[in-house]
């Protein structure tokens, strides 16, 4: 009888430690990057103290680590700028998509993670806002026809002048395409 109970106590104690071990494993997805932060350990990570795991599964360690998950996956946002003063005075609106993702390095995925991991709906507004600041700059410093003629090139200029605020922020801009130029009166019309 004691035998028994003995092994019931054993075959218990076992399931309870395998059950602990398997909720504090913790697996990221293919377009998650999983990030563990608190005491190193023997392997570490790097000064921060972020460990940062992509596709993998980790040992979370109780009470001295905590970890977070981080959505990978490519983000569509439009972007929309009203009443732009070109270089030659016409206001325009000019409407845009840009496909935005964290980048694939560690020091990217950590940067971002330290900006977003508890808000990532705030990445396509923060996104938006540097984007909506690279356009009104470079509107004004181009004339009307010299965006009309040249979009890609238009795009290109407000990537380039865009990468700097998003690497900064752990971002990396895919593409940025303009779909529509217009303006309020009637310049457009009568320039085509």
Do not use: H
């Not at 690279?134 to 380039?160: C, H, P, W, Y």
Request: hydrophobic share 45%.
């Amino acid at each position: 009888s004691t035998t028994f109970w003995s092994v019931i106590g054993l075959i218990v104690t076992i399931v309870a430690l395998v059950a602990f071990v398997l909720s504090r494993y913790k697996v990221a997805g293919p377009n998650q990057a999983l990030i563990v932060t608190g005491r190193r350990g023997k392997t570490g990570g790097d000064l921060s103290m972020q460990r940062v795991v992509i596709g993998g599964g980790l040992f979370v360690v109780p009470v001295i680590q905590q970890a977070s998950i981080l959505d990978l996956s490519s983000r569509r946002i439009e972007v929309t700028v009203r009443d732009a003063p070109a270089k030659n005075g016409i206001k325009l609106s000019i409407q845009g998509i840009a496909i935005v993702k964290i980048g694939s390095t560690d020091e990217a995925i950590r940067a971002a993670a330290q900006r977003f991991t508890a808000q990532q709906g705030e990445i396509a507004a923060q996104t938006t806002e540097v984007l909506s600041g690279a356009l009104r700059s470079i509107v004004g410093n181009l004339t009307v026809e010299d965006i009309t003629k040249d979009r890609m090139q238009f795009a290109s200029q407000v990537a380039e002048l865009t990468e700097q605020a998003l690497t900064g922020q752990g971002l990396v801009l895919d593409t940025f395409q303009i779909q529509d130029v217009s303006d309020n009166g009637t310049y457009l019309n009568d320039l085509g």
